[in-house]
Structures are given as C-alpha cells and as structure tokens.
C-alpha cells in the first residue's frame, strides 16, 4: 500500500488559516510555529485554496509574502508547500537547467520518476511559469547520450500497462549487447527500451537480462557506462523496481555523501508527502538502520528541522 504522510485536513477552513497566515506574517517577528502548523498540515489542494482566502483578505500573494519574511532553507520549504506538484516540479527543473550549474541530479530525480500525465502536466506549467519549453531547454543545456535519454523521458510517451513476454527476451538480448558493445548505436537502442517500455514489461525484461548474462541490469550498467547517462539509466531501473526505494537510496546519499544537500532533501520530501513518502521512511528504515527522522534531526536544526520533520509526519518514530 502505497502512502503519504500528509493528508488533507478535517474540518477545513481556509479563511481561519489564511486569517492566522496573516496575523502570523504581518506581526512585528513572524510566527514560524504557526506557518509550519498550517502549512504542513493541509494537503496541497487545501494549501491552494488558503492562498485564495488570503489574496481576497489581504489583496496580497501568500508565496511574496512567505518569501519576503522567511529566509534560506525554510523559506524554500515553506514557498515550496505552496506550488501545485507540477508547478513545483517545473519550477525545480527550471533552477536545475538555468542555474549557475546544470543540477544533473535534479534532472534524473524528476524525470526518471514521473509518469506521462505527470511530465505532460509538468511541461504545461513549464512553459506556462517560464515562457519556455522544457524539451528545447534539456536539448540546449545537456549534452550526449544523458541529454538524448532525457529528452526521450521528457515526451511522456512510455507505454502504460501493457506487457508482452513473448518480446521480453528479445528486448534483454538487446539490453546485453548495449553493454558489451557500447556504441552510439547500442546505447540509443538501451535508453529507448529503458524510456518507452511498461515498466510491466521492464519487470520482465529485467529478469530475463539476469538469466541471459547471470548478473543484475544494475551492475552490467554500472560496468558498462559511465557519468550522468549512467546515473540516469539506473535511476529508470531503480524506479521501475520500486520507487521508494529509489528516493530513500537519493535521501540517504544526500544527507551523508554530500553533508546534507538541503535542496535535496527538500525536493524529495515535499515531491512525495502525499505520495509515497511513507513508504520512502520505510524503505529508508530497513535499507540503512537509521531512521529519517533520526538523520533529519542530526542534520537540520530549528525551524526548518521542525518543518522538515512535520512534512515526514515527524511524531512516528518507528520509521
């Protein structure tokens, strides 16, 4: 059962929240207690509609004011609440692809995970939000087989649901030879079956490639390939597995490889909070002993700790 860990709140009102919002963003020191309170606690169409009630109450914009108060990394968590899923991931990927730096990592999280209506939805609040279009814009800052795999996932075109074992040898035999042979060729023939099969059919596809070379489809890319295209094509496998263990793997390296890579975390928890996110401290839990509470705790302090923890439904501490 897959599950989140904010869920919309009984007994909604989102004139008293946003008349709270107000009274908490408008006082001499801002009320972050109340923000978190608030903001953590509503699921995002609830969010959406408080940002409603307080432009007709104030005759002002919720995310201007949160951003105008609030400083570093609450401040992105608390504007992050506030995007609708899709905007918040164009709005991620527009910082990863127009940025100081490429944030290729950013580009693999998302893209490796979203279903078609989630990247068709998200390319609709791209070009909405920016002015821009997403694919032209992976093509003109990314380059190689990491750019052409990328912009594949960017169609949303994988087949949903339909699964021919019949073609799942064929498809390994292909997969194999894209790793033993390693040309241009071979690796378009490897990122299209990784990019526009089910991930049903992947399921057996994989199986059969253990059968056909004795090793896992992870190990022989990780042998093969190098970089972001590597990064890319195993984050695809890994999701077609199980994606919450997918971002417990991405929560745990970006707390301990990278000593706490906020804008990480961050994105992770407020993408799947009312997902999988449960099922991610779960995962997390099981995998690396510690729970994410635990890590979270050791890592981030004050209220962006609060607001962290609150998103990951902080009080249960058997995750």
């Not at 020191?29 to 978190?36: A, F, Y």
């Not at 594949?152 to 021919?164: C, F, H, I, P, V």
């Amino acid at each position: 059962q897959i599950q989140g860990t904010i869920f919309p709140a009984p007994n909604f009102n989102p004139i008293m929240d946003a008349q709270l919002l107000g009274g908490a963003l408008q006082g001499i020191s801002c009320e972050k207690d109340v923000l978190i309170d608030i903001l953590t606690q509503r699921c995002n169409s609830q969010r959406l509609m408080i940002a409603e009630a307080y432009r007709d109450m104030y005759g002002r914009d919720l995310i201007t004011d949160l951003k105008e108060n609030l400083s570093h990394h609450f401040k992105e968590v608390m504007v992050g609440l506030m995007y609708p899923p899709a905007s918040y991931d164009a709005h991620e990927l527009w910082h990863a692809l127009k940025g100081a730096d490429t944030e290729e990592k950013c580009l693999i999280d998302i893209l490796a995970s979203r279903s078609n209506m989630e990247i068709f939805q998200m390319k609709e609040a791209y070009l909405m939000q920016y002015n821009n279009d997403l694919q032209q814009d992976i093509d003109s800052e990314t380059s190689g087989h990491f750019r052409d795999t990328l912009m594949n996932l960017a169609q949303g075109t994988r087949m949903e649901g339909y699964a021919d074992p019949s073609t799942a040898a064929q498809d390994a035999m292909i997969l194999w030879e894209a790793c033993q042979q390693k040309t241009g060729e071979h690796k378009n023939m490897l990122q299209m079956i990784l990019c526009n099969k089910s991930y049903q059919q992947l399921w057996m596809v994989f199986q059969e490639f253990q059968n056909i070379s004795g090793q896992d489809i992870v190990d022989a890319i990780n042998e093969c390939y190098d970089g972001y295209f590597q990064e890319l094509l195993v984050a695809i496998v890994l999701c077609v597995r199980d994606k919450p263990s997918y971002f417990a793997y991405r929560l745990y390296n970006a707390i301990h490889d990278f000593g706490f890579h906020n804008k990480t975390v961050i994105r992770i928890l407020i993408a799947r909070s009312e997902i999988d996110l449960m099922n991610i401290r779960q995962r997390y839990k099981e995998r690396y002993g510690k729970s994410l509470i635990h890590d979270i705790k050791h890592f981030a302090s004050g209220h962006y700790e609060s607001a962290l923890l609150a998103i990951c439904a902080g009080d249960a501490e058997d995750y």
